[in-house]
């Protein structure tokens, strides 16, 4: 059986991408309206620009093809890219080194990059005219959208996993079962769930707490592994 690695939607289209580089690409019907196949195994991370299919993937590349299905470019890298974000006609990329790329939509070509963070970039968030780049580093960094002035916001003593944005705050969920919540006007934490060294040591990297949603009154979690589930956590918190 072939298996669904994501999907995307694009002007009202939805993208589905099989294994095997297999893509459907459906209305708002749901019928099929076209299959390409671009022939790579595992696709990690894609997005649909300016009617490019673009594709992180292995080998140092981010890839790009017609939305028929033709291959367009290769954009070379330094390392292995794990994600992007896209901001006005600019995409911006990150390796496992801790480089970040920034490149343009318009021919494609990488205009900067820069090399404050020290591992592997997990996740970009923007906000406020800012770009936020967490890394396994340990770090968060807020930027520039020129990458020229950058700040270390946050650094922590745990694995960072995962960072989502909401009303002004970050919220950071840790390999070490904990929470914390950064406000981006004072930079300051709040621990919303204290690390729970017991089972950090006891699973090690397997004690994820994964940050689903935040709503207006609830910050909605889940944990993995352990069994341990938070549910409809208060988002004010102390």
């Given at each position: 059986?072939?298996?669904i690695?994501l999907f995307y939607i694009?002007k009202d289209?939805?993208y589905i991408?099989?294994?095997?580089?297999?893509i459907?690409i459906?209305d708002?019907?749901?019928?099929?309206?076209?299959r390409i196949?671009?022939?790579i195994?595992f696709?990690?991370?894609m997005c649909?620009?300016?009617?490019y299919?673009t594709i992180?993937?292995?080998?140092?590349?981010?890839?790009?093809?017609?939305?028929?299905?033709?291959?367009?470019?290769n954009?070379?890298?330094?390392?292995?890219?794990?994600n992007?974000?896209?901001?006005d006609n600019?995409?911006?990329?990150g390796d496992?080194?801790?480089?970040?790329y920034?490149?343009?939509?318009?021919d494609?070509q990488?205009?900067?990059?820069?090399?404050q963070?020290?591992s592997?970039?997990?996740s970009f968030?923007y906000?406020?005219?800012?770009?936020y780049s967490?890394?396994?580093?340990?770090?968060?960094?807020e930027?520039?959208l020129?990458l020229?002035?950058?700040?270390?916001?946050?650094t922590?003593h745990h694995?960072?996993?995962?960072?989502?944005y909401y009303?002004?705050?970050l919220?950071?969920?840790?390999?070490s079962d904990?929470?914390?919540k950064?406000?981006l006007?004072?930079y300051?934490?709040t621990e919303l769930?204290?690390?729970n060294?017991?089972?950090y040591h006891l699973?090690?990297w397997?004690?994820?707490l994964?940050l689903i949603n935040i709503?207006k009154?609830?910050i909605?979690?889940?944990?993995d592994?352990?069994?341990r589930?938070?549910k409809d956590?208060?988002?004010?918190?102390?």
């Amino acid at each position: 059986p072939i298996n669904i690695q994501l999907f995307y939607i694009y002007k009202d289209y939805l993208y589905i991408v099989f294994d095997y580089g297999y893509i459907f690409i459906l209305d708002t019907n749901d019928n099929i309206v076209n299959r390409i196949n671009i022939s790579i195994d595992f696709i990690p991370d894609m997005c649909i620009i300016n009617d490019y299919i673009t594709i992180v993937v292995d080998a140092c590349f981010i890839k790009l093809w017609t939305l028929d299905g033709t291959f367009y470019k290769n954009i070379p890298c330094n390392n292995w890219v794990n994600n992007f974000i896209v901001i006005d006609n600019y995409l911006y990329a990150g390796d496992d080194c801790g480089f970040i790329y920034k490149i343009s939509t318009i021919d494609f070509q990488i205009i900067k990059t820069v090399t404050q963070h020290t591992s592997t970039i997990l996740s970009f968030i923007y906000t406020n005219n800012h770009l936020y780049s967490s890394s396994n580093d340990k770090t968060i960094i807020e930027w520039d959208l020129n990458l020229n002035k950058y700040k270390i916001i946050f650094t922590s003593h745990h694995n960072i996993q995962n960072v989502k944005y909401y009303n002004n705050h970050l919220f950071i969920t840790y390999m070490s079962d904990s929470l914390t919540k950064l406000d981006l006007n004072t930079y300051g934490c709040t621990e919303l769930i204290k690390p729970n060294k017991y089972i950090y040591h006891l699973f090690n990297w397997n004690n994820k707490l994964h940050l689903i949603n935040i709503t207006k009154q609830y910050i909605k979690i889940y944990g993995d592994f352990y069994l341990r589930d938070y549910k409809d956590l208060p988002i004010k918190t102390k």
